[in-house]
C-alpha cells in the first residue's frame, strides 16, 4: 500500500471515529443529494510518485449527504457524505471508463463559503492498461481530499486530489495515478 493511501486511509478514519463523540448540531440533515456536477483534471507528469504516462479525467459526480451533522468548534459543521462518479480517463491514446464510490467526511465553515473534503472508496476501471502502465485489475483502492467554495446561486467551484492504486491487490509492479481535478457543481 502506498505512502497517499495509508495517509488517506489513516486521516479518514480518524475523522469518522471522531464525530460521534461531538455534540450533535441543533438543525437536523436528512439523508439528501448535496450536490451533482462535473469535473476533470490531470496528473503532474514527472512528479513523485510519477506515472508512466500523462493521464486525463473526465467525470460526472454525485454527493450524497447522510443524516446528521455535528458543530465543531469556531463554526465548522462536519457531515458524512457518500461520494460517487463516472466518466472516462484518457492516456497514450486509450480511452477507459472509470467509476468511483465511496464515503467520506466534509467539514464547512458556513460563514466562509468554505467546505473541506476526504474520503476512501473504491474505483472500477474498464480498461486496466494505458500504453505503458498497468493498473493490474479493475478494481482499485481511492484516496482523495479537496476544497470548495459555495458562490452564490447554489454554485460550487473546488479542487480534489485523488489517488487511487491496487495497494498491491494483484502484485507490486503496478501503479496508481496522483490526478489534479477542478470541479464545478449545484447545491441543492
Not at 466562509?112 to 476526504?118: A, I, T, V
Not at 492504486?165 to 507490486?172: M, V
Amino acid at each position: 500500500m502506498s505512502i497517499v493511501n495509508k495517509l488517506c486511509a489513516l486521516m479518514a478514519l480518524g475523522l469518522l471515529l471522531s464525530l460521534p463523540q461531538m455534540s450533535h448540531s441543533q438543525e437536523p440533515k436528512k439523508f439528501e443529494i448535496i450536490s451533482v456536477g462535473v469535473r476533470g483534471g490531470f496528473n503532474f507528469l514527472g512528479l513523485p510518485p510519477s506515472e508512466k504516462e500523462d493521464f486525463q479525467q473526465y467525470d460526472v459526480f454525485a454527493i450524497l449527504g447522510f443524516p446528521g451533522s455535528w458543530e465543531w468548534p469556531r463554526g465548522w459543521e462536519a457531515r458524512y457524505r457518500w461520494y460517487a462518479s463516472a466518466g472516462v480517463m484518457r492516456a497514450a491514446g486509450d480511452t477507459g471508463f472509470i467509476a468511483t464510490s465511496g464515503p467520506g467526511v466534509t467539514f464547512t465553515k458556513w460563514d466562509w463559503n468554505l467546505s473541506l473534503d476526504f474520503g476512501t472508496g473504491a474505483v472500477f476501471v474498464g480498461d486496466e492498461t494505458f500504453g505503458s502502465q498497468d493498473f493490474g485489475g479493475p478494481v482499485q483502492i481511492l484516496g482523495h481530499g479537496g476544497i470548495s467554495y459555495h458562490f452564490p446561486g447554489n454554485v460550487t467551484a473546488g479542487w480534489r486530489f485523488q489517488h487511487f492504486s491496487d495497494a498491491a491487490l494483484y502484485g507490486t509492479n503496478n501503479r496508481g495515478v496522483d490526478l489534479h481535478l477542478f470541479e464545478l457543481g449545484y447545491r441543492f
